[in-house]
Structures are given as C-alpha cells and as structure tokens.
C-alpha cells in the first residue's frame, strides 16, 4: 500500500503519477502555445463516473490525440471549462485513466514503454501486423484487459484501428460496449494531423487551430442492440460515417489523399 499501490496491470501509482505530470509539462506547449486547442463539452466530463467509462473517438496521430485527451480530462476534472490553461491540473492527474493501443507500437522504444506505463492496455491487431496485412484471431486475454481497465475508470479507445479516416469501426468495439455495459462518450477530433507528424511526437506545422468536441453518453440498448447497430451509432457519433464524404470538400479529399501517397512512398523506399 501507500506509496508501493499499483493499479490492476501491477504499475505502480506513484510513478504513474509522476510520469503523467513530466509528460503532461513537456507536452501543455504543443497544444497551448505552438499550436490552439479549441475544446467543446467538457462540462460533460465532470458528470461522468468515476468508472466504466469509455471513450470513443476518431484518430489522427498516435500519441497526440490521446495526450491532448488527458490534458483536457484531467483539466475539466479541476474546474477548466473548456480550455487547459494553467497546467497546475496535471499535478492530480486523474490515476485510473487508461488509453487502448497496438501492441507492437507500444514496445518499439523506451519512449512508448514510457507512454504504455503511463496508461496504455495493450492489445494484439487483428488485422495488421509489422506493416503487413493479416488475419488472425481476437485474443479474449485483450478482451478481459479493456475490461479490467474499464471495471477501475476510465478507458479512451480508437475503434478504427488506424489514422486513415472514414475507415470501418472495428467490430470489437461493439462487442466490448455488449459485454461490459460501459458509459460511452463519443469525441471528435480535427487540426492534429495537420500540426503533427503521424506518430504525434514531431510538431510538423505551427499556428494550427485543434478542436475537440466531447459530445453527450450515447443511449445504448445494451441487451437488445445489434453489433451493426452499435457500430453504425458510433460511426455517426465520432462522424466517420461513410455518409460524411458526401459534405467534406473536395480540398480536404484531396490533402488527405495526397498524405497518404507520400505516406506509401516511403514506405516503398525504406533501406
């Protein structure tokens, strides 16, 4: 106990702690003075319980989106409305916070060891491994993990499994929300691929307005809802509906596609 407490995956409270405010002083800049973080709902935070909540989002980087995440909570939690100035906020940060991420992400460099102790439950892609494409099974150790995490607070979740946008909602996602009966709150997300690199941690472009929007606990028929059901609500919730293409203008087409070649390009000349 006491200083030695650890958490349901055996880390230690204290360091967490400590590690949650180094990370969140070196990061306030990125989103405060660099760049603009434009925040909406996060009143809606404040009235959330102290468990199973999960958060359902959109993804644009890595490390950023979930690091803004953090900022933000824990912020709303200490009285902020809509904003994360005077980053004293992180000094308590908020323990019991976790984020879901690829396993094979999170073990490349002391860097992500560091990021993964400091909140992450690490699971195993179905669908993608090492740059390749497979298919294999969902590992129901994940499964039990996500819910541990959920059973002790908070848990932030990407249900597309990848940056690229208006890519399909993986259905697991559903079959969490079905087993464990989670609070969800949907979040949307903009401005971070433009101002960060693609894992989040370089700043690629300054000046750049980002905005969150945390939206109002989705109303989720738990016993009767189809998984379809779920994953079509989440779609339009986190606006990645494939409906969205219709209204979103041909210059951002464009941009986004544009990234994704240079993307591929490099990746076909690596040495």
Do not use: C
Request: cysteine-free; charged content about 30%.
């Amino acid at each position: 106990m006491g200083i030695f407490k650890e958490n349901p995956f055996g880390h230690i409270l204290f360091l967490k702690k400590w590690l949650i405010r180094v990370l969140g002083l070196m990061t306030h800049s990125r989103y405060k003075r660099f760049n603009s973080l434009d925040v909406e709902g996060s009143e809606i935070i404040r009235s959330l319980p102290d468990k199973n909540v999960l958060f359902v989002s959109n993804h644009q980087t890595y490390f950023a989106d979930v690091v803004a995440m953090f900022h933000v909570f824990n912020a709303s939690l200490k009285g902020r409305d809509n904003n994360i100035k005077n980053v004293g906020y992180i000094w308590q940060p908020k323990l019991n916070m976790y984020y879901v991420a690829a396993a094979e992400t999170m073990k490349k460099s002391l860097l992500t060891k560091i990021f993964a102790y400091a909140g992450s439950v690490s699971v195993e892609r179905t669908w993608r491994s090492e740059g390749k494409d497979v298919k294999r099974q969902v590992k129901m150790s994940d499964i039990s993990n996500i819910g541990k995490a959920l059973n002790d607070g908070w848990v932030i979740t990407f249900p597309q499994g990848t940056t690229t946008p208006w890519k399909p909602l993986r259905k697991g996602t559903a079959h969490i929300i079905k087993k464990y009966r989670p609070v969800v709150v949907p979040v949307v997300i903009d401005g971070f691929r433009r101002s960060f690199d693609k894992k989040g941690l370089r700043i690629k472009k300054k000046g750049i307005l980002q905005s969150m929007v945390i939206k109002e606990p989705l109303d989720i028929d738990y016993e009767n809802e189809s998984f379809d059901s779920i994953i079509e609500k989440l779609e339009y919730a986190i606006e990645q509906h494939p409906s969205f293409l219709k209204v979103i203008s041909k210059e951002d087409l464009m941009a986004y596609e544009e990234e994704n070649e240079l993307r591929r390009f490099r990746n076909r000349h690596k040495v």
